[in-house]
T-cell receptor, first 114, second 111 residues
């Protein structure tokens, strides 16, 4: 089966610019996660969706980050305006929401803010 | 915060067993131990999980101590492709529980 798809794979922007990332989860997976991974650290959850509803966005910097999951399938994560400290890899993961079934991760988008 | 403690790095000779330790002294009775790994420039990949019994699959074996306060991931015959960061995660088995990652152990397999 196809895995989690993300685009773009790389993005370089100037600070204060806007950027958007796209994620297509595995077909049929109800739960979708966005994680932020700063260099040298483990991934950190930004937001979790169950179908098209937000389950947890407590760690999302809402003054500049936004995310949506239209129709409970694809999702986009946006940063506006970007700061230098937003430089990181943004990982999307999905799971079917079934107990003891693992999460599947996409390859990530590497963002560099200059 | 992550509820696990892992050494920051380890080396292993190719073809030998790699034994990666993890301490989780505050684990609760219903929490499972999960292992993921992240190869350079890729997303994390699930390896194995367990509650209290030892587990084995095609990738690795998981040994959990009787008191469940620590565990060891074993890669029986490490190859260069096993070079990665390995994360030990403690979590409830709900299908919707997010993963809380620590810094993991960077395993370098040396030829």
């Amino acid at each position: 089966e196809a895995g989690v798809a993300q685009s773009p794979r790389y993005k370089i922007i100037e600070k204060r610019q806007s950027v958007a990332f796209w994620c297509n989860p595995i077909s049929g997976h109800a739960t979708l996660y966005w994680y932020q991974q700063i260099l040298g650290q483990g991934p950190k959850l930004l937001i979790q969706f169950q179908n098209n509803g937000v389950v947890d966005d407590s760690q999302l910097p809402k003054d500049r980050f936004s995310a949506e999951r239209l129709k409970g399938v694809d999702s986009t994560l946006k940063i506006q305006p970007a700061k230098l400290e937003d430089s990181a890899v943004y990982l999307c993961a999905s799971s079917p929401g079934i107990i003891l079934v693992e999460q599947f991760f996409g390859p990530g988008t590497r963002l560099t803010v200059l | 915060d992550a509820k696990t403690t892992q050494p920051p790095s380890m080396d292993c000779a190719e073809g030998r067993a790699a034994n990666l330790p993890c301490n989780h002294s505050t684990i609760s009775g219903n929490e499972y131990v999960y292992w993921y790994r992240q190869i350079h420039s890729q997303g994390p990949q699930y390896i194995i999980h367990g509650l209290k019994n030892n587990e084995t699959n095609e990738m690795a074996s998981l040994i959990i101590t009787e008191d469940r306060k620590s565990s060891t991931l074993i890669l029986p015959h490490a190859t260069l492709r096993d070079t990665a960061v390995y994360y030990c995660i403690v979590r409830f088995p709900s299908g919707n529980t997010p993963l809380v990652f620590g810094k993991g152990t960077r395993l370098s397999v040396i030829a």
